[in-house]
């Protein structure tokens, strides 16, 4: 059974820092492609960051410099590290691992609330 579980959201202020954790059993992160994405009130979910087999990182127009997506093999865990945080990044942000016409996994997600 597949579990992926997110940790490390909060409440932060605008120009903080936060580390979202995920954490994945009965599936490996690599070499599978993950994401990262996001799903403000009203809005409809986006991905931040991508994390591809060969670990190529790509970044949403939003988040380009801000936010670092990163794989600890030995762990088994992806993180979205996230600095310089605005209000409109207040989301729940959800960890995404899945294979193109095969199959795909959630966590629960964690919530990220952004205070200006």
């Known amino acids: 059974q597949v579990q992926l579980v997110e940790s490390g959201g909060g409440l932060v202020q605008a120009g903080g820092s936060l580390t979202l954790s995920c954490a994945a059993s009965g599936i490996r992160f690599n070499p599978n492609p993950m994401r990262w994405q996001r799903q403000a009130p009203g809005k409809q979910r986006e991905t931040v960051a991508t994390?591809?087999?060969?670990?190529?990182?790509n970044y949403a127009d939003s988040v380009e410099g801000r936010f670092t997506v990163s794989r600890d093999n030995a762990k088994n865990m992806v993180y979205l590290r996230m600095d310089s945080l605005k209000p409109e990044d207040t989301a729940v942000y959800y960890c995404n691992v899945y294979y193109p016409g095969s199959y795909e996994y959630w966590g629960q997600g964690t919530q990220v609330t952004v205070a200006s």
């Open positions: 994390l591809s087999r060969g670990g190529t990182a």
